[in-house]
Every structure is written in structure tokens, then in C-alpha cells.
């Protein structure tokens, strides 16, 4: 079983930066990730790092966000900059043993970004 907490959430003005945090409790899987839901949306991949260091994002995301992982695999990140209207959403982390079953393996709570205009 993998438990996962996101943190870092926050309300902040479009142009501005924030860092979300994944806390990882359990057993290492192969591949990590980022979603977000806004509401009346599909939740949508933002950004995956597999146990290679290898990452995958979103186009509307390339430049703006970075994946990463701490030394020790046990805090995952999303550091977004530019951020952008747009950008407002439930953001969620996810953990499974392949970057492609990450919409059916473990997920944290989510942590709420909110960029205002």
C-alpha cells in the first residue's frame, strides 16, 4: 500500500510560483505524477517522473513546471512558475508501477491552487 499527501497549495496572482509537495508513505513504485481537476473539467495529467529520473509533461505546462523527486524518493515535488489563470485546479499526485496505470493506482487528497487575474 502507498499513502500519498500533497501540500503547498495556495492562492496566488497570475505570473507568480508555487511548490507543491507529495509526501510518499510505503512501498517505491516506477512512476510518479501530477494531475489536476478544475471544476467542470476531466482531470488531466500535468507531469510524470519515472524511477529513471525520466520526466513527461503536459505541452500547455513545458517550461513553466518541473518535476522532481528528493534524494531519498520519499517527497515528490511540482515546482510552477508562470503561472497562469488557467492554472486554477485541484492538484493531485499519483503513484503506480507503470506512468501509464497512473490514473488507476494510488492518489493522495489533493491541495487546491488558485491564480487570480
Known amino acids: 500500500q502507498v499513502h500519498l499527501g500533497e501540500s503547498g497549495g495556495g492562492s496566488v496572482q497570475a505570473g507568480g510560483s508555487l511548490r507543491l509537495s507529495c509526501g510518499i508513505f510505503g512501498y517505491t513504485t516506477h512512476c510518479l505524477g501530477w494531475f489536476r481537476q478544475a471544476p467542470g473539467k476531466e482531470r488531466e495529467e500535468v507531469a510524470t517522473i519515472d524511477s529513471y529520473g525520466s520526466t513527461r509533461y503536459a505541452d500547455s505546462e513545458k517550461g513553466r513546471f518541473t518535476i522532481s523527486q528528493d534524494n531519498r524518493k520519499s517527497t515528490l515535488y511540482l515546482q510552477m512558475n508562470s503561472l497562469k489563470p488557467e492554472d486554477t485546479a485541484m492538484y493531485y499526485c499519483?503513484?503506480?508501477?507503470?506512468?501509464?496505470?497512473?490514473?488507476?493506482?494510488?492518489w493522495g487528497q489533493g491541495t487546491q491552487v488558485t491564480v487570480s487575474s
Open positions: 499519483a503513484a503506480a508501477g507503470a506512468c501509464g496505470s497512473l490514473r488507476t493506482g494510488f
